[in-house]
């Protein structure tokens, strides 16, 4: 796809009925394409990333077939209570949370074996409150998140030691204010977003020095508007959600240049075929498709759906289950 | 994999775990150091430095003398790196600036040089080092700095550096 400048300064402005036409022709992709194979271990979350983007533009009822979404789903629950990223596969946190996330939006969460769920999930919390993400047993903040956002939308965050969980978090903050994947790991803004997310839903940001955080995260702007995710790295449309839902989370929202960005993410729209990129110029996918749109609904864009920093799901959606 | 992509974040994840688990922190400065001559704004390898150090010989008063004169080296490299004045910060976290005095001095000195007209990094560290000094001169000196930022050298963070300013002025008023 190439675009000569003349054309290039034409086209502004949201195009969300080309990224509704975008997803939904995701939902129908036939099994020739090789993007669906290459993504299939991870169908629960794509859904997720598509689903939330639609909701976002309220346009979650042009979906077709809710009931089969559900029923797709909730089969992806195994027997160790946790959920695989497509039927058959190994649970992991990461699609048990996407999972729980689309099955809110499906009205499918009564089909899930819920004791099955808690048990795997609180099994998973190591001594020094960590998360691992499954048996195998690698830690990553990510998986603090997933763990505690999962239990926190089904409201069985007591079956996990809260207080451990914090005290993790707490030892993975840097010396700049932000959070890694690990105790010591370089500051990022996705794992950072999980850190922030977590002590958010723990009703914990008190705990950290703020000021600090969100200079660190609104030096992610770079001069063209975009957001980066570490110092000295190109912007990335998925960090308009990452950094902008954590500085919601701390009340700095307001320092990002917001118009600036606003444009930026425009530019990242593909105009032809729908879909946002991770960049300007570049092909367009589901899950920066899903970041760009909930980072402009945080931005106030108009007509869009409310999306919850915490959760990054709409409240209209959590409000169906009374959260 | 960090050959070929020296910021892989994952990669670095596993090295970090691989260093503490085998305890192999022999090399790792050096093949630190190597990654930084390569590209001096590698924020992995500067995050890496922290790392090494604070696991092995911590932070002493030599280290920290050692380090600020290795950042320095670094920053004439190419003055506007962020991951380098992020570190430099870093060690008067773990110290204090009053402990550090070389690093006010280093900065006031660039102010003279052209970094004073095109470094913004440089202001944000002056304006670390004023409101963290307590002093109502350096303060007032600290809100100028923010006004500089706001007005031109950074004005992408127009909106935090004018937060910055009402905070300093509460504190002299």
Known sequence: ?323 | MLEKDAKNYHAWTIRQWALKFFGLWDNELEYVDKLLNLDVRNNSAWNQRFFVIESTTGYTNEVLKAEIIYTQEKLKRGSNNTSAWNYLRGLAKVSSYNELPEIEEFCVEKLESTWGITCGQLYVTLIDIYTKSGDHEKLATAIEYCEKLQSGLDDIHKKYWIYRKTTLEKLIA
């Open chain 1, 1 to 323: 796809k190439i675009m000569s400048e003349t054309e290039d300064q034409q086209l502004e402005g949201f195009v969300g009925d080309l990224h509704r036409d975008f997803i939904l022709k995701k939902a129908i992709e036939k099994k020739e394409r090789f993007e669906y194979w290459a993504t299939q271990h991870m169908r629960v979350s794509g859904i997720y990333w598509g689903m939330t983007a639609l909701d976002t533009l309220n346009h979650l009822s042009d979906m077709e077939d809710l009931s089969k979404v559900a029923q797709f789903v909730l089969s992806c629950q195994n027997e160790d209570g946790g959920f695989g990223g497509n039927v058959g596969l190994d649970s992991h946190l990461l699609y048990t949370l996407s999972a729980i996330q689309v099955l809110y939006m499906v009205d499918g969460v009564d089909g899930i074996n819920l004791d099955g769920l808690v048990e795997w999930v609180a099994s998973l919390q190591n001594d020094d409150g960590s998360f691992s993400g499954d048996k195998w047993g690698e830690t990553d903040t990510r998986f603090s998140y997933c763990a505690v956002s999962s239990l926190s939308l089904l409201k069985r965050i007591d079956a996990i030691n809260t207080e451990k969980a914090i005290d993790f978090i707490l030892r993975c903050q840097n010396f700049d204010g932000a959070f890694g994947v690990n105790p010591g790991a370089e500051s990022h803004a996705g794992q950072t977003f999980c850190c922030i997310g977590t002590l958010a839903i723990l009703d914990a940001t008190d705990q950290i020095d703020v000021d600090n955080l969100g200079w660190w995260l609104s030096e992610r702007q770079v001069n063209d508007g975009g957001l980066n995710g570490r110092p000295e790295k190109l912007a990335d449309v998925c960090y308009s959600w990452w950094v902008l839902s954590s500085l919601a989370c701390i009340g700095k929202l307001h320092w990002i240049d917001k118009q600036k960005l606003i444009d930026w993410i425009h530019k990242c729209q593909d105009y032809e075929t729908g879909g946002i990129s991770d960049k300007p110029q570049n092909v367009s996918d589901i899950y920066h498709t899903c970041f760009g749109i909930t980072g402009l609904s945080l931005l106030g864009e108009e007509g869009f759906a409310q999306v919850n920093p915490k959760y990054c799901m709409t409240n209209n959606t959590l409000a169906k289950y009374g959260l």
